[in-house]
């Protein structure tokens, strides 16, 4: 099933325009039909979806972030499959992700990124305490509302600890890798001091516009993790304060025992740097993961000068190569942990790619073509507009090319370029003053490249056969060549008198109002009406019914003469 249009899922959730997408899951933005509210929804790519891997990985999602309730965590509504499709019901967040604002390395004002550290910490207060790890904190699922509310989302690899001290993950190294603890680039169990990690690389790059550890590849980012110490941010930004230096170097200490032990830990830091008081970070000794401590030893307060003799100087010439094994030795060690290291990182970031034959979608319109490449595994990529005054003969929206070309074997995923033969360029009807010719209308409209229709319409305030307007209105763009209907006028128009006969005096007078005439009753009274000889009721009218007349004519309503008055029945007027 692909969501290539409003579709409904369990019943109740209209899927509709696109949001975002991941690796492994697409949002959408839709409608709980049964709340009547906009909701987010979540829907596992259709690769995945027959990999029983992912599609419990993305249940796992779900539980997770359903197990807390934090206004700082996006909630989690629902979860279902739907004819092999399947999706997490989320809150809607209107608003942009922390990795929006720092997209071309983009900084934050210190104090505000304080702010939204302390949120985040907030929201894995409330993860760590239902012993949820989250283990993929980064500024794309750090999302800042129009109010600038933080909410924390994608709990798509959290882990739900046995208990809520430590988490073993031996299988891969999962996590972005400019955000990953030390330990996760190891394959080392993780446990909420690994999102204590994370939330100080993203701290750190808000006030500096970069990650802690740039690099090439996600395989030298891992690897200075492990292996490099940061910057402190103040070298970068001097706004920097040096105790918001401490806090961040500490949650980005090596040794997980070095850092803040807890979320709430560095909160409280955090909101002591914001009030100017003391923090509880102090400078930490490096970790011992791939770092060394030069010793120094003090030489003795007395020291005997030999004269130099031939063999020891001979013995040192001999030694030469000691310095170098060891050298050896440590950049082979070296190596061997970079190649495993690499090796998890690859396991996890590609997963085994098949080949696909890349499908024909030339002559599709565009939203076709998507489908059909989804089906097949693959992606959408660049979308190459091409002038539709250079192809007459092709339908606006219609692939006219592709990147690459049908029956090619490429990687599943690729991502295919489109070229679209895009919409004609609009043209804006003209102004035409009221009061012009027909003729005058006519020329205008030609010579931008649009056809006049005519059509007659009553005007109170245009003379007769003059321009009162344009459909659609001046300003408006339509397609060239478009026909546009000029509104002639017809003069003052007229009201059809209505039937109100048989009526009461005051129903008649309604009706008659409500067209635009002015309804007068007479003294003067007409025969009875044989329809309705009884009763105070309008007998007569003039004009009558189905008359036209102006509008704010006279309507004259009459009543029935009143029948004589006679004898009893058999009087004979003898007394």
Known sequence: MTIDQPVMLGGRYRVENELGRGGMAKVYRGQDTVLGRTVAIKILA??????????????????????????????????????????IVMEYVEGRTLADYLTGGGRIMPDRAIDIAIDVARALEAAHAQGVIHRDIKPGNIMLDGQGDVKVTDFGIARVTATAETVAQTAAVLGTASYLSPEQ????????????????????????????????????????HVLEQPTPPSQINQDVSPDLDAVILRALAKNPANRYQSATEMREDLERVKRGQPVEATPLLPAGLGTTQVIHRDQPAHTAVLPPTGPPEEEQRSRWWIPVLVTLLILGLLG??????????????????????????VGETRRDA?????????????????????HPDEEPGTVIEQNPAADQQVPEGTEVILTVVGQPELVAVPDIPEGSSVEDAQSILADAGLVAVPQDEASDTVDEGDVIGTEPAAGEEVEPESQVVVLVSTGPGTVSVPEVTCLSFGAAQNQIRQVGLNPVQSSDTVAINPLCPLGNKVAGQDPGAGAEVEPGSTVTLFGGEEPEPTGPTGATGDD
């Open 46 to 87: 259709p690769q995945y979806a027959e990999d029983q891997g992912f599609v419990q990985r993305f249940r796992r999602e779900a539980q997770a972030a359903a197990r807390i309730s934090n206004q700082t965590i996006v909630s989690v509504f629902d979860t279902g499959s739907d004819d092999g499709v399947h999706f």
């Open 185 to 224: 680039a190891q394959g080392q169990p993780v446990d909420v001091r690994s999102d204590i990690y994370s939330l100080g690389c993203v701290l750190f790059e808000m006030v500096t516009g970069r990650p802690p550890f740039p690099g090439d590849s996600p395989v030298t980012v891992a690897s200075k």
């Open 336 to 361: 061997i942990v970079l190649f495993f290291l690499a090796q998890n990182l690859l396991e996890d970031e590609q997963p085994t790619a098949q080949l696909v034959t890349v499908p024909d979608v």
């Open 370 to 390: 998507q489908n059909t490449l989804e089906q097949e595994g693959l992606e959408v990529g660049e979308i190459v507009p091409a002038p539709a005054e250079d």
